[in-house]
């Protein structure tokens, strides 16, 4: 198959992605929500703060009262139940302690001074000084968070502001991950002649629950057509995804594309793109099916080009469509041919912009190359890039 004959990103992302709905929802307790997608759109159920509070320490009184000694009449904690402020008078505040009804400012402990009939504070005091109102932040009845919204630390602080004790969220994607090849021998075994350590597995092991998935079956297959096919077989009745690695090229000991065609269909074959130009499309029955290539760098660009828009998409995560976008300066030249290029690079912020420094080596055997990158640089099909000029870049954000 010639170059011109390959598809392009956008075309295997279509057909990746034709189809996908989200998955099923399900209710879990916030401390086991974080990395899900919301399933439900959350509305404030309170305002927040839920009343007016002070921003630090010091001491409430009316603005209006400033300039003048004026006596402590109470002391207001943290959690404390605030009586209404006494007249011409001032109340010894902490921070977060609600506002003493009568009082409409706060000024910090260390601007007044301390006499021995009260405390002195300095005028002019403008009211609602150091002072958090009520609903500051969000009023009940406002949204809170978005449907589709994957749950960072913040977010989940937020929610628990609210007193939300659980969530809806979409089930997670099931993945089986098959590594093919008779040369693989995992970490700590001993290498034959001719044989290497499948670096896949453990990188994709990792990459695969960033992007939310579940892997819940995880296996090497022999190089033999009807191992390859019972392997797929198996995991596609017990997953929503199989992903493999290897054996989507042309060699004798290929069998991939062979058995998904067997068992299911093949939605498209072979990418006009650097690396990653192997690359099978399909599915069995309900379950996706993605085959990367067997070159680890291949592999990572795969796992972050197809699978992250796939896995966001069967969670309903409309944010993880796409890698983030950014424009940087090319600190390389490079060339390219018939194919798109996407370079691995690390970015610095140098002089109010993004610079993009690429590995010496992008072949896609070197997964030393992937190591630091913060990016990938897309590099247009036949194009030429010199030292300074602004590449398109695709953050690797999980």
Known sequence: MADSDMHTLEQALAALLADVAPLSTERVSLAMAAGRVLAETLTAQLDTPPFDNSAMDGYALRAADAGRVLPVSQRIMAGDAAAPLAANSCARIFTGAPLPAGADSVVMQEQVESRDDGVYIPAPLAQGNSVRTRGREITCGETLIEAGTRLNSAALGFIAGQGIAEVAVTRRPRIALLSTGDELKMPGETLAPGQIYNSNRFMLSDLLPRFGAELTRVEHVADTSQAT??????????????????????GEADHVRDALEQL????????????????A???????????????????????WLFLRPLLGALQGAAAMSELPRISARAAFDTTTAAR???????????????????????????????????????????????????????????
């Not at 610095?348 to 992937?370: N, P, V």
């Not at 190591?371 to 690797?396: E, H, K, M, T």
């Open 281 to 303: 499309l399909g599915r069995i029955g309900d379950t996706r099916f993605v085959g990367l290539a067997g070159n680890p760098v291949s592999a990572f660009v795969g796992a």
């Open 264 to 279: 299911g269909q093949l939605d498209l074959w072979r990418l006009s793109i650097r690396p990653g130009k192997p690359l």
């Open 340 to 398: 798109s290029h996407y370079m691995r690079v690390a970015l610095t912020f140098e002089g109010g912009e993004y610079h993009a420094h690429a590995f010496a080596d992008q072949d896609s055997s070197i997964l030393r190359s992937c190591v630091q990158a913060d990016a990938l640089a897309v590099i247009p099909a036949n194009s030429s890039v010199s030292v300074g000029d602004i590449v398109s870049c695709l953050r690797l954000e999980a």
């Open 229 to 250: 096919r019972e392997a797929l077989a198996r995991a596609a009745a017990e997953t929503d995804v199989v992903v493999t690695t290897g054996g989507v090229s042309v």
